[in-house]
């Protein structure tokens, strides 16, 4: 058994932020974000939480999948950006939705998340554990940023996808995962320092920090890898695949994966000028916009791709 996608969601939050807004409130343009960049907007969260866009993602997966919350028996949230330390969000969602059968955690592999959380789904599928689950990619990364480093901070956007996947027999064709902690300074955000009575520590609040060069030169390098690797053991031509849905960072990461796999751009859908950098959040938010504009059909033969801090990376030839 595999893991097969039967249904999705997404949520956005409605305050939209453009790189004009952003022109004046710091030292930026939007010729420099659209042209380095390809990002033209994001959303960025003033009323939601993560677990509230998760929330919202995960009843539109559900009403698209027409299944019932409590047919769930998993729910798995890629995050790092979670209201609370504990419980997980994906427990909050659990309570939420009330699915009271299912078997709730979070994971974090960052931008790679909702990459992640679909292998644990399939290997739970194929040891016969579990046969429905929600996976989920949420991130409400604006609270993260320091939003005087112009060279992160209009990079990233808030929100939430979503996928309800079932045990079938024609779901995940091939996957590829890995991770290079030795090389995780290169994108990074500390969480609260040792601080107890016995050792005093006024460290402050850290924020996101990138050494944007490297995770491009990574990027570009590792994720035509990760493709190559998912085809060439399904013995899958690139051009069978109708669409790339990759992680959206950086317009040029996804121009570059396009070149090297020597398939056209209008195989890659994008939507980071609308949405920026949603981190876990962005390869389901593009798969349930293609998935709603009837650009997917069933058999249709279609690539996820994630990376991100980590450093991690995933992909996964899938039957719609
Ligand atoms: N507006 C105007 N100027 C800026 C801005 C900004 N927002 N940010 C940086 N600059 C300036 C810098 O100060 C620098 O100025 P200087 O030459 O006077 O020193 C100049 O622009 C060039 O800066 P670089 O950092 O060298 O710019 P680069 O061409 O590398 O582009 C970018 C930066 C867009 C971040 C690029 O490296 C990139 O996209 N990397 C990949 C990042 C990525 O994909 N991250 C996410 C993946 S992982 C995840 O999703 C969690």
Redesign the pocket.
Known sequence: MTARIIGTGSYLPSNVVTNHD?EKI????DE??KS??GIGQRHIAIEETTTSMAVEAAKRALADADTTADELDLIVVGT?SADRHFPSTACEIQSALGAVNATAFDINA??SGFLFGLGIANAYFTSGTFKKALIIGAET?SKMMNWD????????GDGAGAAIVEAAEDGIISMTQGSDGAKGGV?SCYNRPVNNPFVKNDTALDY?S???????KF?VRTVPEAITKVLGEANVNPDEVKYFVL????V??IESVAKRLNQPMDKFPTNLHMCG?T?AA?VPILLDEINKKGMLEKGDKIVLAG???G?TWGAALINW
């Open positions: 952003l710091m030292d930026t343009t420099w974000i380095r960049t790092v960052a931008c990364l480093d112009r060279s992160t901070c209009v990079l990233f994108l996101t990138m050494n944007g060069q490297e995770v491009f990027a992680h959206q960072a950086n040029r990461i950098n981190s962005s990376f991100g801090a450093l």
